[in-house]
């Protein structure tokens, strides 16, 4: 499970760059699991402050399945 990250502003895609990574490497991807984040630590902080940006509120689940000779991509 991975989720992205927000710095200085802007958001880092962590969750499709790790997925590409994957790809890159020979993986196939069989699907995307969006899970709604919860428990965050820093969700009660945010929540009470004016801000001007949307939380981050989701995470991703990644299901790959590995491309060998018998099943190429």
Known sequence: MIGDIRKKGYVLPLGMNSMQKFVD?????????????HNCRS???WEGKERKFLMLAHEYIFI??????HNPI
Not at 28 to 37: A, G, P
């Open 25 to 37: 490497a020979g993986f196939k991807l069989k699907e995307i699991v969006i899970k709604e984040q």
């Open 43 to 45: 969700t009660d902080y």
């Open 64 to 69: 790959l399945e590995k491309a060998d000779d």
